[in-house]
């Protein structure tokens, strides 16, 4: 069993920066890939940021030079995701998943919510 602990969710105006953290906690034999995923009312759930076992890492367009993922020095089940640049349409409830196998649909956090507004 994994359980995740997720903060740094928010109200944060356009522009603004935000940073989540998740960490895993449990029954972890291996992290294949850990990252964010996020789902806005009425859509489907997207990836946002992936970091993999060896450090490689993989954005949505969509946050491509805004957003930035990154892994504890001396943790590699904690995450974080750096949010610069925020818009209203990066508001959502913000995922965090683990993934022992890649391509399997992992274990899931059970969110934190981001709202951007003025």
């Known amino acids: 069993q994994v359980q995740f602990v997720e903060s740094g969710g928010g109200l944060v105006q356009p522009g603004g920066s935000l940073r989540l953290s998740c960490a895993a906690t449990?029954?972890?034999?291996?992290?294949?890939?850990m990252g964010w995923y996020r789902q806005a009312p009425g859509e489907q759930r997207e990836l946002v940021a992936t970091?993999?076992?060896?450090?490689?890492?993989?954005y949505a367009d969509s946050v491509k030079g805004r957003f930035t993922i990154s892994r504890a020095n001396n943790a590699k089940n904690t995450v974080y995701l750096q949010m610069n640049t925020l818009k209203p349409n990066d508001t959502a409830v913000y995922y965090c998943?683990?993934?022992?196998?890649?391509?399997?649909?992992?274990?899931w956090g059970q969110g934190t919510q981001v709202t951007v507004s003025s």
């Open positions: 998943n683990l993934k022992a196998v890649p391509g399997t649909s992992g274990y």
């Open positions: 449990g029954t972890i034999f291996s992290i294949a890939v």
């Open positions: 970091i993999t076992r060896g450090g490689t890492t993989n």
